[in-house]
């Protein structure tokens, strides 16, 4: 029996779960051979209540990261983070995390380290529905040739209530008192969530280096009831869709409202769920739906992460 130390960045909803749901597949680690310990859990308030299996360590300090064998960061955010995590990935060890603004926005520092397989972030785009493990291993095979889909579950909800009779304003404030969405709430309906997650989708199906940048985003903010009622006269549904398709000799990448039919599988499988359309020429056409938020769908993903890292498989490595 192998022990391997693991180190957990964040304790909010996400990371709890990542810390419930390793000690509820203890059976599953000790048939690899292998004893996860908790080295320790990085939060901002000692103080506060979690829950968490009884006796983790929790502390305000990094001070644990260099006994971690692996991370799982569960931090949100940007610079914070990889402010943390760069002197651990410098050292070669590998970090597991969710966080698709990070890997959306500093590419150019973390490419590198995903090349190397030393990034696994299968929860980055669809939380527990698998995208970018397909993506990056047997649809490779395939030539690409577009993508479409419904990337946030904020933007599904508001847009759904919409379509029961709310006006934007009134549906959004339902999303925010159920918890679904952000204060302020921009980076979910303005598109910016959407467009991380297409970025990162971009580098295993076009271009490794597709930047963050070149993303074309327009988020639900000017929809109206007028919109909504307009589309469902003509037999359609107004989604915030991310697109990634040939343009020319590169590639074009976009968020914004699109009106699709309702018989579309964005509508369909996506209609209350994340959806993505994936269309190569060998494979045709594939469609992945499932759900794309909360703790628990997320956290088996990052556990699926560290499983398949003590399996010896590598993170997931982009297009060279």
Same mark, same amino acid.
């Given at each position: 029996?192998?022990?391997?130390?693991?180190?957990?960045?964040?304790?909010?909803?996400?990371?709890?779960?990542?810390?419930?749901?390793?000690?509820?597949?203890?059976?599953?680690?000790?048939?690899?051979?292998?004893?996860?310990?908790?080295?320790?859990?990085?939060?901002?308030?000692?103080?506060?209540?979690?829950?968490?299996?009884?006796?983790?360590?929790?502390?305000?300090?990094?001070?644990?990261?260099?006994?971690?064998?692996?991370?799982?960061?569960?931090?949100?955010?940007?610079?914070?983070?990889?402010?943390?995590?760069?002197?651990?990935?410098?050292?070669?060890?590998?970090?597991?995390?969710?966080?698709?603004?990070?890997?959306?926005?500093?590419?150019?520092?973390?490419?590198?380290?995903?090349?190397?397989?030393?990034?696994?972030?299968?929860?980055?785009?669809?939380?527990?529905?698998?995208?970018?493990?397909?993506?990056?291993?047997?649809?490779?095979?395939?030539?690409?040739?577009?993508?479409?889909?419904?990337?946030?579950?904020?933007?599904?909800?508001?847009?759904?209530?919409?379509?029961?009779?709310?006006?934007?304003?009134?549906?959004?404030?339902?999303?925010?008192?159920?918890?679904?969405?952000?204060?302020?709430?921009?980076?979910?309906?303005? =598109?910016?969530?959407?467009?991380?997650?297409?970025?990162?989708?971009?580098?295993?199906?076009?271009?490794?280096?597709?930047?963050?940048?070149?993303?074309?985003?327009?988020?639900?903010?000017?929809?109206?009831?007028?919109?909504?009622?307009?589309?469902? =006269?003509?037999?359609?549904?107004?989604?915030?869709?991310?697109?990634?398709?040939?343009?020319?000799?590169?590639?074009?990448?976009?968020?914004?409202?699109?009106?699709?039919?309702?018989?579309?599988?964005?509508?369909?499988?996506?209609?209350?769920?994340?959806?993505?359309?994936?269309?190569?020429?060998?494979?045709?056409?594939?469609?992945?739906?499932?759900?794309?938020?909360?703790?628990?769908?997320?956290?088996?993903?990052?556990?699926?992460?560290?499983?398949?890292?003590?399996?010896?498989?590598?993170?997931?490595?982009?297009?060279?």
């Amino acid at each position: 029996m192998r022990t391997v130390t693991v180190g957990v960045l964040g304790s909010g909803t996400v990371g709890q779960d990542v810390l419930n749901l390793i000690q509820r597949r203890q059976s599953v680690f000790t048939d690899l051979g292998v004893r996860i310990e908790i080295a320790g859990v990085l939060v901002r308030d000692v103080t506060r209540v979690r829950s968490i299996p009884p006796g983790t360590r929790v502390t305000d300090t990094c001070d644990f990261l260099q006994e971690c064998n692996v991370v799982v960061e569960c931090m949100g955010g940007i610079d914070r983070p990889l402010e943390i995590l760069r002197p651990y990935l410098r050292s070669g060890r590998p970090v597991i995390t969710a966080n698709k603004a990070l890997l959306a926005e500093r590419w150019d520092e973390l490419r590198p380290y995903a090349q190397d397989g030393r990034l696994y972030y299968e929860a980055s785009v669809m939380a527990g529905t698998p995208v970018i493990g397909p993506m990056s291993t047997v649809l490779r095979a395939s030539t690409f040739t577009r993508l479409q889909a419904i990337l946030n579950g904020t933007c599904n909800f508001v847009l759904g209530q919409m379509e029961a009779g709310k006006d934007y304003a009134q549906a959004l404030a339902e999303a925010q008192a159920l918890g679904y969405a952000e204060d302020p709430p921009t980076l979910d309906v303005g =598109g910016f969530d959407t467009a991380h997650k297409l970025a990162v989708l971009a580098r295993f199906s076009a271009d490794g280096d597709f930047p963050y940048s070149a993303v074309q985003i327009q988020g639900i903010e000017g929809v109206t009831p007028e919109d909504i009622e307009d589309a469902r =006269g003509h037999g359609e549904r107004i989604k915030l869709v991310a697109e990634l398709e040939k343009d020319g000799h590169g590639w074009k990448a976009t968020v914004a409202p699109r009106r699709l039919p309702n018989d579309h599988p964005l509508c369909t499988a996506g209609a209350s769920r994340n959806a993505l359309v994936y269309e190569g020429e060998e494979c045709g056409t594939l469609i992945f739906a499932g759900g794309g938020a909360g703790g628990m769908v997320t956290a088996s993903a990052m556990v699926g992460d560290l499983l398949d890292y003590l399996l010896g498989f590598p993170g997931h490595v982009p297009l060279h």
